[in-house]
């Protein structure tokens, strides 16, 4: 038998018998956890900036940030230098004069994904946030946890 054809049927003997078997498998990491409830898109947040200070909880990085709230939409100053993120709708919901917001921001060029959850209360602003990049090799995620208070929004450019 010639050894193209030896090769060709040990192969096929191996395969057949799951013997030899490839894992491209990546295990995915969830995005970050947003609470449930009665969320909505009033908009209760148009006209709001707030210049928030953060740490990358895995690194211990220090972040500055601005987000920003505009006709039913969130963006926030960093994303989208990094990754033209644009706007994306937010949700609401208001608990006890505390107004919960939550959006998720897609980048259009990369697998990157960043979750928003926040607070606010009267002019500050608390937020959790996770920032997952998804590639069928490995999934990377950064937590951040923010806090900061309202600016003009003439002040931040967006």
Same mark, same amino acid.
Request: proline share 4%.
């Given at each position: 038998?010639?050894?193209?054809?030896?090769?060709?049927?040990?192969?096929?003997?191996?395969?057949?018998?799951?013997?030899?078997?490839? $894992? #491209?498998?990546?295990?995915?990491?969830? =995005?970050?956890?947003?609470?449930?409830?009665?969320?909505?898109?009033?908009?209760?947040?148009?006209?709001?900036?707030?210049?928030?200070?953060?740490?990358?909880?895995? $690194?211990?990085?220090?972040?500055?940030?601005?987000?920003?709230?505009? =006709?039913? *939409?969130?963006?926030? *100053? =960093?994303?989208?230098?990094?990754?033209?993120?644009?706007? $994306?709708?937010?949700?609401?919901k208001e608990i006890d004069g505390v107004i919960h917001f939550t959006t998720t921001a897609i980048c259009?060029?990369?697998?990157?994904? #960043?979750?928003?959850?926040?607070?606010?209360?009267? =002019?500050?602003?608390?937020?959790?946030?996770? /920032? *997952? *990049?998804?590639?069928?090799? /490995?999934?990377n995620q950064i937590p951040i946890r923010a806090v900061g208070t309202a600016t003009r929004s003439e002040?931040? $450019?967006?």
């Open positions: 038998m010639p050894q193209i054809l030896q090769i060709v049927a040990i192969a096929a003997a191996t395969l057949s018998t799951g013997a030899a078997t490839l $894992s #491209v498998m990546n295990e995915d990491i969830p =995005d970050l956890a947003v609470p449930e409830g009665d969320w909505t898109a009033t908009g209760a947040l148009d006209g709001f900036a707030f210049r928030i200070y953060g740490e990358d909880l895995s $690194s211990g990085a220090e972040l500055e940030d601005d987000i920003i709230f505009r =006709d039913g *939409t969130f963006q926030s *100053t =960093d994303c989208e230098q990094y990754c033209n993120f644009g706007w $994306s709708d937010y949700q609401t259009p060029d990369a697998p990157h994904t #960043v979750v928003w959850y926040g607070t606010v209360t009267g =002019d500050d602003v608390a937020i959790d946030v996770t /920032w *997952t *990049t998804r590639r069928w090799y /490995w999934t002040a931040v $450019s967006g």
